[in-house]
């Protein structure tokens, strides 16, 4: 059975019609300075767009006469496709960063490295401390261990919770400061870079 056919082209930028595309009677026409030249014939329209060195674009098609600008089109659409870049939502991810209880001070600062470079490009993070097996015992040395993890990232991040104990899990989440408060205290290359 065949599949229906989709339309394509639902993502992409709006086609407009500019110059001789334009098969209407008449038109609304905005000058270059964005003043209402009133609505004319479009043959006339497009002559004096021609004699200004710019191409008429209909830029509202469904109005009641068809509104078209007079413009310069590569630059229109550069500018349209600036917007949409714009008005792109950036959303944050969440990165998670795993500790031990009897984690070794090298593996704890790559750790906090990490940690420190999610943050500082605008994610959240996870802290994970999983405790196995006598590690359970140690629930208090655990506990200070994300204590201390979370307190050498306050330069980049904030505690959006205290550290929870769930199971034989300990987690906590850091959100990212501003970004002009944000300093880097473990990747001082990446610092330097920026500077």
């Not at 394509?8 to 110059?19: H, L, V």
Request: proline letters at 4%; a positive charge.
């Amino acid at each position: 059975m065949a599949h229906p056919r989709r339309n394509f082209r639902s993502n992409r930028a709006p086609k407009y019609r500019k110059n001789e595309r334009i098969r209407l009677r008449e038109v609304r026409v905005i000058g270059p300075d964005s003043q209402q030249l009133g609505v004319m014939a479009t043959k006339d329209a497009l002559d004096l767009a021609k004699k200004l060195g710019l191409d008429l674009v209909e830029v509202a098609p469904h109005a009641k006469p068809s509104v078209c600008r007079i413009l310069d089109f590569g630059k229109f659409m550069y500018e349209q496709s600036k917007k949409s870049k714009d008005n792109k939502t950036t959303t944050s991810k969440i990165k998670e960063v795993k500790f031990r209880v009897r984690i070794e001070q090298h593996d704890y600062i790559t750790k906090l490295r990490h940690a420190e470079e999610f943050l500082d490009k605008g994610n959240k993070v996870k802290l994970t401390l999983t405790l196995r097996g006598r590690e359970n015992q140690f629930k208090d040395l655990a506990m200070e261990t994300m204590k201390r993890a979370m307190g050498d990232l306050t330069h980049v991040g904030s505690a959006d919770f205290e550290p929870r104990i769930m199971g034989n899990r300990i987690t906590a989440m850091l959100s990212p400061l501003p970004e002009n408060k944000r300093t880097l205290k473990f990747n001082v290359e990446v610092e330097e870079e920026k500077g």
